[in-house]
């Protein structure tokens, strides 16, 4: 089946359990609009500006517990998303943005096309935790592998996808499928949870901190603090990992914690997450 670039990448997206978009459809990404209209289980949220669009899928990711996707136009719509990039690194939540460029031409002439910026991959470099741009529809497959992947073996930080306006249009007969599952982040072995459980056994007076990775444990780290009788205190990026228990739970910890005081005194701490 031949169709064009961008509607080749929004097939992919659906392919790999991406399933909702957020984003302003913009004469530099229509055909990337085009393919979602050719992809009924595609969900568009439309929003009034960039950043939204990035938040918007954020928060998304956070609840979901699935990558989120955001669509943006060359130049202006990827300024304009990079505050919520900047958060989304800071906090570990694995956001995709995709995003137009201007035709391969153009690339460092400084001819004055629309929207241009000198290089468009290198400034969303110094945000996102991974930024590739695509010359080729093998690039949109290989590239976007590798952003899908780079938020289950790692860390998770937002990545960055570009393909110009002369890519999006190509046609190509390359087959949308998903990908090979990667292998999942380190898990605690078996060992390292008993003498875990041991530390804190023995400990005068034992503090749970979670990070933002505690998401991805609720099961098994967010009740340990609430059920077990031990006082715990959540950084922002774990937020929502589990209810809220106001006779346990320490608020405001960044705060607290900058007091060395409070470190002092506690027996043990277990920091789970980022």
């Not at 949109?140 to 393909?163: D, H, M, N, Q, W």
Request: with cysteine; aromatic share 6%; proline share 7%.
């Amino acid at each position: 089946m031949s169709r064009n670039i961008g509607g080749y990448l929004v097939e992919l997206l659906a392919a790999n359990d991406i399933d909702t978009v957020f984003g302003i459809p913009g004469v530099h990404n229509l055909e990337l609009y085009r393919g979602l209209t050719a992809t009924p289980a595609m969900r568009h949220v439309l929003v009034r500006h960039e950043q939204g669009a990035g938040f918007a899928a954020d928060g998304f990711a956070r609840l979901s517990g699935r990558p989120a996707a955001a669509f943006v136009i060359s130049g202006p719509g990827l300024t304009n998303i990079l505050t919520a990039a900047a958060q989304a690194y800071s906090d570990s939540v694995p956001l995709l943005v995709v995003a137009a460029a201007p035709v391969r031409a153009s690339f460092t002439k400084q001819w004055g096309v629309l929207h241009e910026l000198y290089d468009q991959a290198a400034l969303a470099a110094g945000v996102f935790g991974i930024a590739r741009s695509a010359r080729s529809a093998e690039d949109v497959r290989e590239y976007l592998r590798l952003c899908l992947a780079s938020f289950r073996t790692g860390r998770p930080r937002p990545a960055y996808l570009e393909i110009p306006l002369d890519v999006l249009a190509e046609p190509t007969t390359l087959e949308a499928g998903a990908f090979e599952d990667t292998p999942l982040m380190p898990q605690a072995s078996p060992d390292q949870i008993g003498a875990a459980v041991r530390l804190l056994s023995q400990a005068a007076r034992p503090l749970i901190i979670a990070g933002g990775g505690a998401r991805r444990a609720r099961r098994g780290a967010a009740p340990s603090g609430r059920d077990s009788g031990l006082p715990y205190g959540n950084d922002g990026g774990r937020q929502g990992a589990a209810p809220r228990n106001p006779s346990r739970e320490l608020r405001h910890l960044a705060a607290l914690w900058s007091h060395s005081a409070v470190g002092r005194r506690c027996g043990c701490g277990a920091r789970g997450g980022y």
